[in-house]
């Protein structure tokens, strides 16, 4: 048992160095693509040098959320690629310890990684992108606003329906508002029709509104309308496809996904994105089973084959991601699906490796 807890502790020591070497390179790298494919707009709006660096600044977390699988993926290859070189692992071997136990440490590291790293983007990269983002559009004057229009929105089970010609988010003002109201069985009950309505911090408040309700004799009759508490929908509701899914925690997701369900509104991208935050950040411990499977299969330029192997692996890891997402969103498969599908084929393609691995 001691011989095996050294040797924890040995691979554990030649593993984070190069590590913190790879993950320093990598955020670097992303820092300075993000820099140059900006520069130009930077240039031609004469932004400050110490805005630009601020802006970079805030960038930096989510660049170590991006460079941290990779990060990970090279520094384990590169680590038992230059131990076997060095005819380390052939010692291990001969001593009867399995490659699988002897990299336990490096599996345990990448589970580890994928749970900070999925606390990391709710709790730091969230905040610090969106303030990125903000003082990247304030610096390129680009002024998006969250006004809608032409909106359709269910609400109440589908029972009630909005049907709103423009949202100003800026006064939380509708206008040009309709309500359908529907019985239990579905049938038509009643309609609103109102030129504008305000919101008053708990429900909306119609001006010169008038109900079309049918009486008792049934007869469709039009009547002033009284303010009613019952269509208390929130603005947010009228402005939720302006939000970007990024900028929010994984709790605040959910419940923009809820909204847009309720609201009859297209929610599968927002709800790929949300089981997306989950499944991004198992993505150390995918790699730390890739590059397990990996390791000491290469003797020679070990530097440059590690990194390469990482670079490619990464690659193929995204663009499968990157589709899967992509046919989530389009709802031609189940969100879920979409987001964890990759996940999955990647744990077996890692598993399938380590069987081939030399011992």
């Known amino acids: 048992m001691n011989k095996v807890m050294v040797l924890d502790r040995y691979l554990l020591r030649q593993f984070f160095p190069i590590f913190f070497v790879a993950i ?12 140059f494919s900006n520069l130009v707009r930077y240039l031609n709006n004469e932004v400050p040098v110490l805005i630009i660096v601020k802006i970079s600044l805030y960038y930096i977390p989510k660049s170590v959320s991006y460079a941290m699988p990779i990060s990970l993926l090279f520094a ?75 909106i359709v929105i269910k609400a109440k089970n589908g029972r009630v329906i909005y049907s709103v010609d423009y949202f100003d988010s800026e006064n939380n003002t509708l206008n040009g508002v309709s309500i359908v109201e529907m019985d ?29 309700k049918y009486d008792d004799d049934g007869i469709l009759r039009i009547n002033p309308f009284i303010h009613d508490s019952m269509y208390d ?44 935050r989950y499944s991004f950040a198992a993505a150390s411990f995918i790699v730390m089973i890739l590059s397990v499977s990996m390791g000491g299969r290469f003797r020679k330029n070990i530097l440059l ?6 670079l490619l692996t990464a690659v193929v890891y995204y663009i ?40």
């Open 24 to 35: 320093t390179m990598f955020v670097f790298l992303l820092l300075l693509i993000d820099l």
């Open 76 to 150: 384990s290859a590169y680590t038992l690629g230059d131990l076997y070189a060095k005819n380390e692992l052939t010692s291990i071997f001969s001593s009867g310890i399995p490659f699988s136990r002897f990299c336990i440490p490096l599996i345990v590291v990448g589970f580890a990684a994928s749970i900070f790293s999925f606390y990391l983007d709710d709790r730091i990269v969230i905040p610090t992108l969106k303030t990125k983002n903000e003082l990247s559009k304030r610096a390129l004057k680009q002024y998006i606003t969250r006004s809608n229009s032409d």
């Open 184 to 212: 239990e069985k579905g049938g038509f009950a009643s309609q609103i029709r109102a030129p504008s309505a305000n919101w008053n911090e708990t429900y909306w408040e119609f001006r010169n509104a008038v109900i079309y």
């Open 233 to 276: 929908e929130h603005p947010d509701i009228f402005k939720r496809n302006a939000v970007n899914v990024e900028e929010l925690t994984a709790k605040e997701a959910g419940l923009l996904v809820d909204d847009l369900r309720t609201a009859g509104l297209p929610y599968y991208n927002a709800q790929a994105n949300f089981y997306h």
């Open 305 to 310: 084959m590690s990194l390469f192997t990482s």
């Open 320 to 359: 499968a991601e990157m589709l899967s997402m992509m046919l989530a969103g389009l709802n031609y498969i189940h969100p879920f699906v979409g987001a964890w599908f990759p996940v999955l084929l990647f744990v077996i393609v890692g598993i399938a490796l380590l069987r081939g691995a030399k011992t």
